[in-house]
């Protein structure tokens, strides 16, 4: 069966829920879709008729307006929502709440503390669920950033991505899925307690295999850059961890991203951040606003990964 056939009436909760193969074609797509766009096709309706519910839990700016625009370019019509404004805020179950929505919209996009909810929403949804992102991963946000490091190095398998900072949150797991599966080579600076979930690097490390890619996991920010073609970090605190500021800037503080951290990267190496980017916190402003930042290219990307996601996704 064709990778579009296959794709068709998926959930996308995690990147490990496509194969290499969909993963780059769902990346082939997105490339496609940004070409076409910048030749002057601003709408190409493949979801015409469709609507695509959006559930917000946490605050979003990138991820709710480029969904929303890559709705509304592909023809289709969204509709978003904040968590505590349907009934899931006065105690509706997720699953009742799924029962009813696929009766409604022809597919779903939501943005969670609780993976699992995200699960639970998909197991109950009989129309496409896909994850904005939630405490576990940012799959959106991945497949945008492989756009972004293909565009700027005109590859990806080889390529070697340095990730400071906090190894185990969302934007860190679904990268490492996503470089395991095609090929690029990651490398985690972060302080100990802050690796990455044991099964996503169990995961990760087992499509590393298959692909050729390296996966280490080193303790300075130095060790991490050296010789990296992408230097990559997001936020120490990332949302729901508020209570945990404190240790966290702490034991965080040395992996800060500065401009003589990045000399110690390849000469042409590339800066990038999820944002938003807490700025001289976990990167310095000269970095940033630097020769090295692709970071508003990165940003563009995900409305284009997104209308792939989409176009391949909902039927
Ligand atoms: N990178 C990202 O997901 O940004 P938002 O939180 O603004 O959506
Ligand atoms: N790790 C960050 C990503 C924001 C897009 C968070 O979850 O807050």
Redesign the pocket.
Known sequence: MSCLKRLQGRDFISVADLTSEELRFVLDTAYGLKQRFYSGERVIPVLSGRSIMMIFQ?P?T??RISFEQAITQLGGHPITVNWQELQLGRGESVADTARVLERYVDGIVARVYKHNDLEELAKHANVPVINA?S?RE?PC?AVGDMLTIYEKRGRLEGVTLAYVG?GG???AHSLLLAAGKLGLNVRIGTAEGYDPNPEVLRLAEEEATNSGALIEIVRTPEDAVKAADVVYT??W?????EAERERRVKDLGKFRVTPELMKLAKRDAIFMH???ALRGMEVVDDVIDGPWSVVWDQAENRLHAQKAILALLIQ
Not at 237 to 241: D, E, K, L, R
Request: net charge negative; proline share 5%; charged share 25%.
């Open positions: 946490k979003s990138r991820t992102l405490d940012h946000q906090d949150n969302n934007v997001d936020v605190v990332s949302m729901g961890q999820c944002l938003p």
